[in-house]
């Protein structure tokens, strides 16, 4: 069965560097972000991405997070593949679950979720997931 989470998040940090630049103001850079994050999913969560930017300042990017907490109550870690997209206002984030990665009392959570934020609060989640 099919559980609806939904929640917020904070960003903690947030270092980027550009590694590559590209033709115009286009780059490729590397960010190592943290998170905290309150309500049905709560507790930290460290990530490393990949982004690639446009000349426009818009930008796609990919990468993994380890969030460590609660889902629902139920204690553990898991891994998020993250994809997503920033149009220069807001981010847009594609998160699942990466099979297996999941710890402890959340060991076989599965599922996907989507966290969008703008320059300013409010951030939110959702994540729809099942757990055995």
Known sequence: MTT?????????????????????????????????????????????LLMCYRADGTATYVGFELVTGSVRGKR?????????????????????????SATDELQGLCGEGTLVAGHEPPVSLTFDFQTP
Do not use: H, N
């Open 4 to 48: 609806a989470a939904a929640g917020t998040f904070k960003v903690g940090s947030w270092d980027e560097a550009t590694y590559q630049e590209l033709a115009g103001d286009a780059k490729l850079t590397r960010a190592t972000i943290t998170m905290d994050y309150l309500g049905d999913v709560e507790g930290k969560g460290s990530s490393e």
């Open 76 to 100: 553990g870690t898991f891994v998020a593949e993250c994809r997503g997209s920033f149009d220069g206002a807001q981010s847009k984030t594609l998160w699942s679950v990466v099979p297996e």
